[in-house]
């Protein structure tokens, strides 16, 4: 702890601010995850993580810079981070989770922004994320108009790379992703001064298919009748991937799905007689947001997928791992991040598709369709997601909510009435 505050100084953080949030963290991470009977043993290394999350990992990158090496903050899963591996960077996921972050992004943003992206701004300019003070360069993306403007913001005060994501999907779009991620490359190579070659592209689509063969192989455990796994632990691991070391973080999802392997064999599992099996979908939840799953897996219900950023939408599809030319391998990877179903492209049937296929995969009971408060993407898709879901006889909760506990009562009472409902 001496040691990290000392690198927090270094990092020129708000000392005294961040205590703050040291201070509540532990309780909080203690009621959501340590209070859970029948962990898997596996879970050791996420809890280890979590709990000197300010410390290992910017510890890490501190010392990868020492040594030449850039990092590059990114905020949306369609950023590849295949590109920066490629040029022997570092990618590191910058989305703030906590409303402890919040009041600080208000000073300079219109209160009806969403909490991720006030968090975000807030984190950066309170200075009190390490990961926020470390990234070298910040890669944003036009995803939407919250964020497209707040890069404006963040860009007076951090170097700040924006790549223009198309938001329809026909050829020419997909073209001109391809050209994005060409440009990305050539800031990329001159930031880090590393050439990418065919060979180095080759070897990152590999470690990051790897780490999303890791998440795939994970989440297929939670398709099995005795769910072996809490939703709250996923979705742990799954914001720890935006972070960690793409290699060890495969390596050690790979190690507790071989406990979940033994555990499903001797039908070990977390669930409860009568547990309703919920799949959450919608907005992304960063960490240290985790209010959501509680309260559902606290109400009698267990959350067994996760149609977000911080779940499917991250791991699924893969690049062709077949491209052996570099612009074979552009080309790869621009149909693959153009596959993801965000709420930011028109139309976007594909995640009405995604969300039926999704529900019927992982055998739900119901969905919980989330939307963080003052997005105005995610929350009229809701209306189109919630009629085709009745449409097919599954039942859907909408709900809005941000970072703060001021409507979880409420909410508790709402997830609690539908699970009823799901009884009935
Ligand atoms: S919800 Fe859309 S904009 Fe936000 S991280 Fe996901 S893909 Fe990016
Ligand atoms: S949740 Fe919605 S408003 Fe917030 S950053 Fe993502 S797309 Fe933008």
């Known amino acids: 702890m001496a040691d990290n505050q000392t690198m927090w100084k270094e990092l020129g953080m708000d000392l005294e601010m961040h205590d703050v949030l040291c201070d509540v963290l532990p309780q909080a991470f203690g009621d959501v995850y340590l209070s859970q009977e029948n962990r898997p043993e596996s879970m050791d290394f996420f809890d280890m993580v979590v709990a000197d999350i300010h410390g290992i990992r910017p510890a890490e990158l501190i010392e990868a810079q020492k040594n030449g090496t850039k990092v590059f903050g990114t905020f949306c899963v369609y950023v590849p981070d295949e590109v920066i591996i490629a040029a022997k960077g570092i990618a590191t996921g910058l989305c703030g989770g906590s409303q402890f972050w919040v009041p600080g992004g208000e000073k300079v943003l219109p209160t009806n922004t969403c909490p991720l992206i006030k968090a975000s701004v807030g984190a950066r300019l309170d200075r009190t994320c390490p990961f926020f003070r470390i990234a070298d360069v910040y890669i944003g993306e036009t995803t939407c108009d919250g964020k497209k403007k707040a890069w404006e913001i963040l860009g007076e005060d951090v170097p700040m ?106 039908g070990v599992s977390v669930c409860k007689q009568g547990d309703k099996r919920i799949m959450v979908t919608g907005t992304p939840m960063a960490i240290p947001n985790w209010k959501l799953h509680q309260l559902i897996e606290t109400s009698g219900a267990i959350v067994v997928c996760e149609e977000t950023c911080t779940g499917t939408r991250y791991f699924e599809n893969f690049v062709d791992e077949k491209a052996e030319t570099i612009d074979e391998e552009i080309e790869a990877l621009a149909e693959r991040y153009m596959k993801i179903n965000c709420a930011c492209f028109t139309p976007n049937t594909g995640r009405i598709d995604d969300i039926l296929r999704l529900a019927k995969e992982y055998k739900v009971d119901g969905i919980i369709d989330v939307n963080l408060k003052f997005c105005n993407l995610y929350d009229t898709e809701g209306f189109l997601v919630e009629r085709a879901m009745k449409e097919a006889g599954i039942p859907v909760l909408g709900i809005e909510t941000d970072y703060t506990d001021s409507d979880a009562q409420q909410l508790r009472t709402r997830i609690s009435a539908f699970i009823e409902m799901l009884n009935n």
Not at 179 to 202: C, D, F, H, Y
Not at 210 to 230: G, H, T
């Open 161 to 266: 790379y924006v790549m223009d994501l198309p938001q329809m999907k026909r050829a020419k779009d997909i073209k001109a992703w391809e050209e994005e991620i060409r440009s990305l490359m050539e800031m990329v190579e001159k930031e880090t001064g590393n050439k990418i070659t065919a060979e180095s592209l080759k070897k990152s689509i590999k470690i990051i298919g790897d780490k999303r063969r890791a998440l795939a192989r994970l989440y297929n455990f939670r398709k099995e009748e005795n769910v072996p796994i809490s939703g709250r632990d996923v979705l742990l691991i799954s914001q720890i991937a935006f972070y960690d070391d793409p290699v060890r973080f495969a390596t050690m999802t790979n190690k507790l799905c071989d406990e979940l392997e033994e555990r499903v064999t001797n």
